[in-house]
């Protein structure tokens, strides 16, 4: 199965075009399979005395500008999403975005967006989940902060407005950034699966790539990740982000991983083994020499390198038998140098 990877720009761009193409092709050179931003009116989502999160605060080294500052300086404009949506397609990658807000999701549809992505603070927001499942689109949902009854909601919700189930994708996910290791709990992403019988996925926060190719070895069909040009940049989310040659890293490991994980679950020799096999393994050899008729006792006997004669499992058939023909010190039995 091949992992869809979503290396999400979000606001990364600090609000300026050339740095939100440079993440384009970023991702596309990385080989993510789509590159996702962002979309939002800032005073539809957020009211202007709300305050920050602790690590957006921390990040920005600001705890003066309110939330809606913040955001306000990270709106992506009409004529943005239409630039990095058509850039985009030149550099061989899809355009997506998290709408933030019913007008936002109607937008993105309008654009001819084909994947949607409700973010983790959404999941209880009654119309805009049904706002998302009218839209007929493959849709990512995210967890983050929720537990499985609000998740159970949540499908239910989507389920019962249009959305179908094939169509779904849930998200494991820790909203803190950077997330603490010992709060990933990533098994949690295939309970889920199993609780709720859906595609399941991880989003991540971590620092670093561990995560989310474990998590692609459990069984992920999707990884979403945060990456940015230069975590030292100014912003919200740059200090969580993977920088570019990490984001090409954790690709390149998650295809290796799947790789890994592609065979048919049989143990049985492979093709590229089969001339190991007679090397590493040994065969029954004498250790002196043998007179035709002689018995072949225990003593006369060793397990030696190479694995292409009589197998060692074969030692109590072997011992008590007599020796057809004069057999020199270190020779390798074949059974016609043994009666019957």
């Known amino acids: 199965m091949r992992t869809l990877i979503i290396?999400?720009?979000?606001?990364?761009?600090?609000?300026?075009?050339?740095?939100?193409?440079?993440?384009?092709?970023?991702?596309?050179?990385?080989?993510?399979?789509?590159?996702?931003?962002?979309?939002?009116?800032?005073?539809k989502i957020v009211s202007f005395k709300a305050k920050k999160a602790d690590y957006q605060s921390l990040n920005l080294n600001d705890d003066q500008i309110s939330q809606y500052e913040m955001l306000k300086k990270l709106e992506l404009s009409h004529s943005d999403h239409i630039e990095l949506k058509g850039f985009a397609e030149k550099c061989g990658i899809k355009f997506t975005s998290s709408p933030?807000?019913?007008?936002?999701?109607?937008?993105?549809?309008?654009?001819?967006?084909?994947?949607?992505?409700?973010?983790?603070?959404?999941i209880t927001n009654y119309p805009y989940l049904k706002a998302l499942a009218q839209t007929g689109a493959k849709l990512i949902l995210s967890t983050g902060m929720a537990n499985y009854g609000e998740i159970e909601a949540a499908i239910q919700l989507l389920m019962e407005n249009g959305l179908k189930k094939d169509k779904l994708t849930v998200l494991h996910c820790n909203t803190q950034y950077p997330t603490p290791l010992k709060d990933v709990n990533l098994l949690?992403?295939?309970?889920?699966?199993?609780?709720?019988?859906?595609?399941?996925?991880?989003?991540?926060?971590?620092?670093?790539?561990?995560?989310?190719?474990?998590?692609?070895?459990?069984?992920?069909?999707?990884?979403?990740?945060?990456?940015?040009?230069?975590?030292?940049?100014?912003?919200?989310?740059?200090?969580?982000?993977?920088?570019?040659?990490?984001?090409?890293?954790?690709?390149?490991?998650?295809r290796n991983i799947e790789l890994a994980t592609s065979g048919s679950g049989i143990k049985e020799v492979t093709p590229s083994e089969l001339e190991n096999k007679k090397i590493a393994r040994k065969s029954i050899h004498i250790i002196r020499p043998l007179k035709k008729g002689d018995e072949i006792r225990e003593s006369n006997l060793i397990s030696l390198r190479p694995g292409d004669g009589i197998s060692p499992m074969e030692w109590e058939r072997i011992v008590g038998k007599r020796v057809t023909t004069d057999l020199e010190a270190?020779?390798?039995l074949e059974w016609r140098d043994i009666s019957n």
């Open 100 to 122: 933030f807000d019913v007008e936002s999701i109607e937008y993105l549809q309008k654009i001819g967006v084909d994947l949607f992505k409700c973010p983790s603070g959404e």
């Open 330 to 332: 270190n020779h390798m």
């Open 188 to 254: 949690a992403m295939n309970a889920i699966k199993t609780a709720f019988g859906v595609n399941v996925g991880y989003s991540d926060h971590t620092l670093g790539i561990e995560v989310p190719t474990a998590a692609v070895a459990l069984g992920a069909s999707v990884i979403e990740k945060h990456f940015t040009l230069d975590r030292t940049m100014d912003g919200p989310d740059h200090v969580a982000s993977l920088e570019p040659n990490e984001l090409t890293s954790m690709v390149h490991a998650i």
């Open 7 to 43: 290396a999400e720009a979000g606001v990364n761009h600090n609000g300026n075009i050339e740095i939100a193409k440079k993440l384009v092709e970023t991702a596309a050179e990385a080989g993510a399979d789509y590159v996702k931003f962002q979309t939002f009116k800032a005073e």
